[in-house]
């Protein structure tokens, strides 16, 4: 069975918009047939020759408030159970938040490979604003934009170096 990779995050961090570039882009797409369950999404990606099943949780949370009720928690507890490795984004506009913190240590407690992005910073001009969250002691945080493609092959060679 291929890796399964999930994203995880915020609602609005960006993890929908990566999921589209990762799995729509001309190198990393396989097949695009996602399997929508209610709350994951599915969907088939290759990078370097590695191929990979990439899941967006999406769809817990319309905002931060329900995002840590306890019925979501579980849903990000067990998603991140059934992966092989989490890519956990964060928005480096609009910083650190307490549910970063908060999400880590559901992470940290998953003893799952987990690589971390630091999404919106669409361009190097924009690179100082990944400083801030080294205060949550992530050894290497990827600056990335989702949207516009910045940094988005150097966290992908990551993740395959690690599956
Ligand atoms: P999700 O809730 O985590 O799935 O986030 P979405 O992918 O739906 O994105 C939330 C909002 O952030 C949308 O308005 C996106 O256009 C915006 N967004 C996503 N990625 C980027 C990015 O790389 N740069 C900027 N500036 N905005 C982004
Ligand atoms: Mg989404």
Redesign the pocket.
């Known amino acids: 069975m291929k890796p399964i990779v999930t994203?995880v995050?915020?609602?609005?961090?960006?993890?929908?918009?990566?999921?589209?570039r990762i799995t729509r882009s001309r190198n990393a797409l396989v097949d695009n047939f996602p399997g929508v369950t209610r709350d994951r999404i599915y969907g088939q990606a290759v990078w370097n020759g590695v191929e990979f099943t990439l899941v967006?949780t999406?769809g817990f949370a319309e905002d931060d408030q329900d995002f840590f009720a306890g019925p979501i928690r579980a849903q990000i507890r067990q998603a991140v159970q059934d992966a092989d490795v989490v890519i956990l984004?964060m928005?480096?506009?609009g910083g650190v938040s307490p549910f970063d913190r908060d999400l880590m240590t559901v992470l940290r407690s998953s003893e799952k490979p987990v690589l971390y992005a630091v999404?919106?910073?669409?361009g190097e001009e924009q690179e100082e604003r990944l400083y801030e969250f080294y205060s949550l002691g992530i050894d290497v945080p990827f600056p990335?934009?989702?949207?516009?493609g910045?940094g988005v092959s150097d966290l992908l060679d990551e993740l395959v170096s690690v599956i």
């Open positions: 994203l995050g915020r609602p609005n961090v960006g993890k929908s918009t990566l999921f589209n967006d999406g984004i928005d480096g506009k999404n919106k910073i669409d990335i934009s989702a949207e516009h910045y």
